[in-house]
């Protein structure tokens, strides 16, 4: 079946510093991807998202683009800050089976320090 | 829109309790999806209803857990009795249903502890 694959954390990383959340997926259609973010006490919210090979998905300084040859969508961003440290989920939907559930990753904790 | 609501956010209950689990999706909404987190599964798909219609309830645990959707704006998590390795975190999500759009709207959750 589907299946995602992201780095384990935690991820602890300076102020500014540059990130990289690697993620890999299994699918047998041609999946959506996503990926989310959850703040402590909170509930996942989206964050970015891609539905074809070489789209970029971007906000708030994030980027990720679906790498159909490679299966990845790996999560970037240039500079991090404090209010960044959350769990970060990488996802896909399986959209040729219909709007089906989503498939995450077990998740990856950055934490960022001043 | 004031987005997918919960109740309630927390709930503490001693084992063999009945628990219910609210959820309002976003309206217009056509899937609602129910997940569980816990530390040692991460996240974990429940059930999924399309049009108030369950679709696939093979990620309940066992018989004492039922999930229903009377109506478009409305549905229940039940756990009867509960457990206290049903400790977890529940959220429900929904998504717009139409063709392309698959993004997931996720609520707050509601922290279940059950002594």
């Known amino acids: 079946g589907d299946s995602v694959t992201q780095m384990e954390g935690p991820v602890t990383l300076s102020e500014e510093a540059f990130l990289t959340i690697n993620c890999t997926y299994t699918?047998?259609?041609?999946?959506?991807l996503f990926w989310y973010v959850q703040y402590p006490g909170e509930g996942l919210q989206l964050l970015l998202k891609?539905?074809?090979?070489?789209d970029k998905g971007s906000n708030k300084g994030f980027e990720a683009t679906y790498r159909k040859e490679t299966t990845s969508f790996h999560l970037e961003k240039g500079s991090v800050q404090v209010s960044d440290s959350a769990v970060y989920f990488c996802?896909?939907?399986?959209?040729?089976?219909?709007?089906?559930?989503?498939?995450f990753g077990k998740g990856t904790r950055l934490s960022v320090i001043a | 829109d004031a987005g997918v609501i919960q109740s309630p956010r927390h709930e503490v209950t001693e084992m063999g309790q009945e628990v219910t689990l609210r959820c309002k999706p976003i309206?217009?909404?056509?899937?609602l999806f129910w997940y569980r987190q816990t530390m040692m599964r991460g996240l974990e798909l429940l059930i999924y209803?399309?049009?108030?219609?369950?679709?696939?309830d093979s990620g309940m645990p066992e018989d004492r857990f039922s999930a229903k959707m009377p109506n478009a704006s409305f549905s229940t998590l039940k756990i009867q009795p509960s457990e206290p390795r049903d400790s977890a975190v529940y959220f429900c999500?929904?998504?717009?249903?139409?063709?392309?759009?698959?993004?997931?709207?996720f609520g707050p959750g509601t922290r279940l502890t059950v002594l």
């Open positions: 999500a929904s998504s717009p249903g139409t063709s392309g759009e698959d993004t997931q709207y």
């Open positions: 699918a047998t259609g041609y999946p959506s």
């Open positions: 891609a539905t074809k090979a070489d």
């Open positions: 996802a896909l939907s399986d959209r040729e089976s219909g709007n089906t559930p989503l498939v």
């Open positions: 309206s217009g909404h056509d899937y």
């Open positions: 209803f399309n049009n108030n219609v369950p679709i696939d």
